[in-house]
């Protein structure tokens, strides 16, 4: 087996563990959310998330860390395996796609993008009074 070889079978395997955590994810979700799991410190004052909200945001943290691992595995392959134009280009298109989908998720999330400032007072779960579902 050579390096090239050894490569390939790492970004498979992280491919893998990208799928197995989306789908982990949303199993795991179902029943934490069922038992009223709040991803994080609500301030005080507010309610607490809904079984939706708090389900929507579980999973999407899930998804987010999967979109990672995948990231990772297509920037494994392609710098070490083919650095060639061609595959460089295809890897800026797809991060450029799961950048874009990381940011929507994350918006979807907090209420906010990721370089926007926490509010005081405020933590990263809490549910934006304007997006009642």
């Known amino acids: 087996m050579d390096f090239k070889d050894i490569i390939q ?14 789908v982990l994810g949303a199993v795991v979700s179902v029943p934490m959310a069922l038992r009223g799991f709040q991803p994080r410190k609500l301030p005080k004052g507010s309610a607490p998330l809904s079984v939706y ?8 943290r899930s998804i987010l860390l999967g979109l990672e691992l995948l990231v990772a ?7 070490a395996v083919t650095p060639t134009f061609e595959s460089v ?30 509010p005081e007072g405020a933590s990263a779960a809490a549910e934006p009074a ?4």
């Open 9 to 22: 079978a790492v970004g498979g395997y992280m491919d893998i563990a990208g799928v197995a955590v989306m």
């Open 89 to 118: 280009g295809v890897l800026a298109i797809i991060v450029l796609i799961r950048t874009f989908l990381s940011f929507s998720l994350e918006l979807e999330i907090t209420g906010r993008w990721p370089w926007q400032k926490q």
């Open 130 to 133: 304007d997006r009642d579902r």
């Open 73 to 79: 595995a297509d920037i494994i392959r392609t710098v």
């Open 53 to 60: 909200r708090s389900y929507r945001q579980l999973l999407g």
